[in-house]
């Protein structure tokens, strides 16, 4: 309990000094590009990813103070010497049959740099990580298939310069949990068995997830088969439905950027529906108008007993989703630059990222063996929607490798001028509170100027959603093939946007 009570106190002396030292002058945590932010994480990787997990303990020693002070609220207080003796006597006592390994959880550091008289002499650094278990029989090789989660922890590090060299002085770790008491983690997602199991208790047959970080695609995994026995592979084809309609966004935000169209230039000059021609609000119908759903059409002109198109509302007034507004915007297109869709969205997205598996209509180029058929929640299939023209609004044939060469693309502004990417990001209308629409994007206000854009699909067969976290560069993209695959997307967001992801659903959920 007293080891317990002087850690507490212990951050309690750091957080009080951090806040301190705030109403001083400006201070903040460090942004991911500064060079302080990156040397910190250099040294954790050489302590954990060189000397913690492949137990090359002379790098961690020589990173540490020697008045290192290591309070850990299982084990106790410890000094260097201690620290160093327990990894080669028991971390690192047997590297042949037993191995540890730490992973930093994505997204969890913050840095603060520490000033004195306006000299920089220290940092703090705090996060979460998970730890891992590898035990094999003598001989035998390690596999990480075979590794086996086990706990989870906060930490505090206190970097401190010493004769202008980085030491680790102080390690705070506590807050340790078992592994099943980790809430969002589990082997979820992380062990292929585990998430199997999963996806059959939910009756979801197949699950694509795309992982951005860095502002880049790094991680793609499927789970679940295409057929009985037939795992699901890697680039699985996939109908997305309605996520098409940030393709078609970025197609025309891209020609707004290469001056060849106008956001606001009324879309009368190229296209005017006849089911609406005799209505005057058609002339206040613009690319912005369509892109934030503020059109006043209907989502679709077939819900109307007359099932023709009609205005529920003035355009510009007030939020209606609706996908015969990008129908809408199609048309215009078509009409000024005399080429169809497909065409422009080649020429403009899918080409220039290679993009090979995406397109918008139906074809023989469809590797059928690859496709993920559409299932309703009792697991009877449905027909597969063969598109002969290119939609807008829905449809678009892709994989999460491909959308999320895309995702990162309209993340990092490739292709989007500073003043379009800022247009698109902006609250063009509010939905709900902390939620609004943008250009081609839904955007949840997380606080502290933080974000995420977003946009679902949904069809018949079909749930799919994606996230884009410009400030921290995170992505996120998750497809499945049945009918009520939205109920696996809570447990995904909070184990790979963690905070951020919480955020997101209780925006969503209130």
Not at 146 to 171: D, M, P, Q
Not at 381 to 404: H, I, M, Q, R
Not at 444 to 463: C, F, I, P, R
């Amino acid at each position: 309990m007293k080891i317990i009570n002087l850690i507490h106190f212990q951050l309690k002396t750091i957080l009080i000094g951090i806040l301190v030292f705030s109403f001083q002058t400006v201070f903040s945590q460090e942004e991911k590009n500064s060079e302080l932010y990156k040397t910190i994480m250099s040294l954790d990787s050489l302590l954990f990813d060189v000397g913690f997990n492949t137990c090359n303990i002379s790098v961690s020693e020589s990173l540490c103070s020697d008045q290192l002070e290591f309070y850990h609220d299982k084990n106790g207080l410890s000094n260097k010497a201690d620290f160093v003796k327990t990894m080669k006597s028991g971390l690192c006592a047997s590297p042949s049959t037993y191995q540890s390994r730490r992973e930093l959880v994505d997204e969890s550091t913050k840095i603060y740099p520490l000033y004195k008289n306006g000299v920089l002499y220290a940092a703090l650094q705090t996060g979460i990580h998970y730890f891992y278990e590898n035990k094999t029989n003598k001989g035998e090789p390690f596999l990480k298939k075979n590794e086996k989660l086990v706990g989870k922890a906060r930490f505090s590090h206190l970097w401190v310069l010493e004769n202008n060299t980085w030491k680790l002085k102080r390690i705070l770790s506590y807050d340790h949990l078992a592994t099943n008491s980790i809430e969002g983690k589990s082997a979820l997602f992380d062990n292929d068995e585990e998430t199997e199991k999963w996806l059959k208790e939910n009756n979801v047959p197949t699950l694509g997830l795309g992982i951005i970080s860095d502002g880049k695609l790094k991680q793609v995994k499927v789970f679940g088969n295409l057929k009985r026995d037939s795992p699901a592979p890697y680039n699985t084809i996939w109908n997305v439905a309605s996520l098409t309609k940030p393709v078609t966004a970025i197609v025309a935000l891209k020609l707004v950027s290469q001056g060849k169209w106008d956001l606001d230039e009324p879309l009368d000059k190229y296209w005017i529906d006849p089911d609406i021609a005799k209505d005057p609000n058609h002339k206040l119908l613009t690319t912005r108008i369509i892109l934030s759903h503020q059109t006043g059409l209907p989502n679709w002109r077939y819900l109307n007993e007359s099932k023709k198109l009609d205005f529920k509302f003035k355009p510009g007034t007030q939020y209606q989703y609706s996908g015969e507004g990008m129908e809408y915007l199609k048309k215009a297109l078509e009409k000024k630059f005399h080429k169809t869709l497909d065409q422009l969205a080649s020429e403009l997205v899918f080409d220039p990222l290679k993009m090979t598996d995406s397109q918008l209509i139906w074809n023989d180029k469809i590797d059928l063996s690859r496709y993920a058929v559409n299932y309703d929640k009792d697991g009877n299939a449905y027909e597969p929607t063969k598109n002969k023209t290119a939609s807008a609004a829905d449809d678009l044939l892709t994989t999460v490798e491909d959308y999320g060469k895309f995702l990162s693309s309209v993340m990092n502004s490739e292709g989007l001028s500073k003043k379009v990417f800022a247009e698109m990001v902006s609250h063009q209308v509010q939905t709900k509170k902390n939620k609004y629409f943008g250009l081609g994007f839904e955007i949840y206000d997380l606080g502290n100027e933080n974000y995420a854009l977003s946009h679902g699909g949904a069809d018949k067969g079909v749930q799919t959603i994606v996230f884009m976290l410009p400030k921290t560069k995170q992505g996120l993209i998750i497809f499945t093939n049945v009918d009520d695959g939205y109920k696996v997307y809570e447990n995904i967001l909070v184990h790979y946007l963690g905070e951020n992801g919480r955020k997101i659903i209780d925006i969503e959920t209130k």
